[in-house]
């Protein structure tokens, strides 16, 4: 459940982005709620969130049916806050065994989506090996790192040669190294 606090003139705006995003019921808070909010905010929105991952279903690898999904305290730097709520994710892919755990946000919603995210790029690498995206992706970075550090080695044998050809770093330079 997410508390939202907002002006009455952005109410609206929040209705809008909210149902675009969630299927959820989004009615007026509970009284008790507002004798605790400060007398600035003149408006307030209970927002009860259960995202509806049928839509973002259509690029994952896997169905729903096959997740085993359980939420588990959280644990790291954070203080107290971190170590008392259940927003960490464990998620299992049952037919592989595969499993992830996301603790990244404070936020329950977005550390499910971030679950099934990394259980999608895992399921992929398993699948396709060599031909997946993170194996392609990784591919690249290291090609890029290899053609910068050559670049950056030719520069200096030329810088190099230059220096000896033109006798500006005395008697003791006279040979490039490679």
């Known amino acids: 459940m ?17 149902n675009q ?15 605790h909010v400060s007398t600035n905010w003149t408006f307030s929105l209970w927002y009860c969130a259960s995202r509806d991952y049928s839509v973002v279903n259509k690029r994952f690898l896997f169905n729903e049916s096959e997740l085993l999904e359980n939420f588990v305290r959280g644990w790291g730097p954070g203080g107290q806050a ?12 049952i037919p592989t065994g ?15 989506e971030i679950a099934r995210i990394r259980l ?15 194996v392609r992706e990784r591919k690249e ?16 044998a030329a810088k190099l040669a230059f ?10 330079c006279t040979e490039p190294t490679k």
């Open 82 to 93: 971190v170590n008392k709520t259940a927003n960490c994710v464990v998620l299992r892919h």
């Open 163 to 172: 220096k000896v050809r033109e006798g500006l770093n005395g008697p003791e």
């Open 141 to 156: 970075s290291e090609a890029k790192e290899r053609q910068r550090y050559n670049r950056s080695k030719r520069r200096l």
């Open 98 to 112: 595969l499993f992830v755990k996301c603790q990244d946000t404070r936020v329950l919603e977005r550390n499910r």
């Open 21 to 35: 995003t969630y299927l959820s019921t989004i009615m007026r808070c509970p009284i008790w709620l507002t004798k």
């Open 120 to 134: 999608n790029q895992k399921l992929d690498e398993l699948m396709n090996g060599e031909q997946s995206e993170i």
């Open 2 to 18: 997410l508390l939202v606090l907002c002006a009455l003139e952005d109410y609206f705006y929040l209705v809008r982005m909210f």
